[in-house]
């Protein structure tokens, strides 16, 4: 938000100054202030990774937000969150019906009112669509009736609510490429992650979906299986929360690179955006996806590109909407019309639909394009 307002206070030097006043007085002046400014903030955690010093302002935020609301009212949309994620699974399964509901000019009217923006439209059932590609759901049941065989080839691949709801082609697309190259990929039931109640200050519910979803991929560590994760948010989060079994696509598909040489891809050039927090917080993403192309013999270029603007929810909130354009603007737009540009983050690709009007593939996408 810095880049694009050139204001100080929205940066996260600004925010820590801003921070240390209040702690030494929480007026309502200097709770005003620090509010104001974190209003702006994306929660992309990017400062975390590149700070020299390492300051953490969205995981302050929420601490502040929870104690700012317990004297001070929130919004309605607030509460709308906090139950968001358990409604999206719930309208995923009816996705029909979900969008009739949500896109039609009184919804839009409505939730318009409330201070949302260019909500995303539900995609196709995603067991429905892994049931016509003979993928397997990686239940308990099925996961105990493996056999030592069976095991060895077992990939189990952890689908986020944002992509298994709003965008399952990667999902698709990661279990065709491990079938191309000897795997057999089970994907997991969706499960919560509660990444937008932490952004909001709903530590205490955060802090129970957190627990659950850990004990989940806890449980998947025991069996000795692969468990691999594609939206590099969500991965990042659940990785930092304590599930460091939990592997990266590329670093997955990096490590079986001569299975994909064998399958003789041949495409490209393509040029790759990748996701801001996973670029900061994972350096070593973008040569890992060079080494997955070159071994497929795709050539791909890295692009030096900021944060996209969209961060989660923060582009769907109707007073941020114009932030985020100018955001995107500074170093996505204008790069994404030849058709070779290609994305890891669920909210980049929303997001360079929206103001670009073309959704960049996942890169696993163009891989099984490819082989």
Not at 294 to 301: L, M, V, W
Not at 308 to 332: A, K, N, Q, V, Y
Request: charged share 25%.
């Amino acid at each position: 938000s810095y880049k694009a307002t050139r204001d100080k206070t929205q940066s996260p030097n600004g925010r820590s100054a801003l921070f240390r006043a209040w702690a030494r007085d929480p007026s309502p002046e200097a709770t005003a202030a620090l509010k104001a400014s974190l209003d702006t903030c994306l929660s992309c955690r990017a400062c975390a990774s590149a700070c020299p010093v390492k300051v953490d302002i969205p995981t302050m935020k929420a601490r502040f937000l929870e104690t700012y609301y317990r004297t001070h009212r929130r919004p309605l949309r607030d509460r709308i969150v906090r139950v968001l994620e358990p409604a999206i699974l719930t309208a995923r399964r009816v996705p029909r019906l979900a969008n009739l509901m949500l896109h039609n000019p009184v919804s839009a009217a409505l939730t318009r009112a409330l201070g949302f923006a260019d909500l995303p439209a539900f995609a196709d059932p995603l067991e429905r669509a892994l049931k016509r590609d003979g993928v397997e759901a990686a239940t308990d049941a099925r996961l105990a009736r493996l056999s030592p065989e069976e095991r060895e080839k077992a990939v189990i691949l952890l689908p986020d609510t944002f992509l298994a709801s709003f965008d399952t082609g990667p999902i698709l697309a990661a279990a065709k490429v491990l079938r191309a190259i000897g795997r057999t990929p089970l994907v997991a039931p969706v499960q919560a992650n509660g990444k937008a109640l932490e952004v909001r200050g709903f530590n205490g519910a955060f802090a129970r979906t957190r627990d659950r979803l850990q004990a989940r991929l806890a449980g998947y560590a025991k069996t000795g299986i692969p468990v691999v994760a594609i939206e590099p948010a969500t991965l990042i989060q659940a990785r930092s929360d304590g599930a460091t079994a939990l592997l990266p696509l590329d670093r997955f598909l990096r490590d079986h690179a001569s299975a994909l040489r064998a399958a003789g891809a041949v495409s490209g050039p393509h040029r790759l955006f990748l996701h801001c927090t996973e670029k900061t917080a994972d350096t070593g993403t973008g040569g890992r996806w060079q080494e997955v192309f070159r071994a497929a013999g795709i050539p791909i270029e890295i692009v030096d590109a900021g944060c996209c603007g969209m961060s989660g929810l923060f582009g769907h909130e109707r007073e941020h909407r114009d932030l985020s354009r100018r955001i995107f603007e500074l170093s996505w737009a204008g790069r994404l019309d030849d058709g070779a540009a290609m994305a890891t983050g669920f909210s980049c690709r929303c997001q360079a639909k929206r103001f670009a009007g073309a959704r960049p593939p996942h890169p696993v996408e163009i891989l099984a394009r490819a082989l």
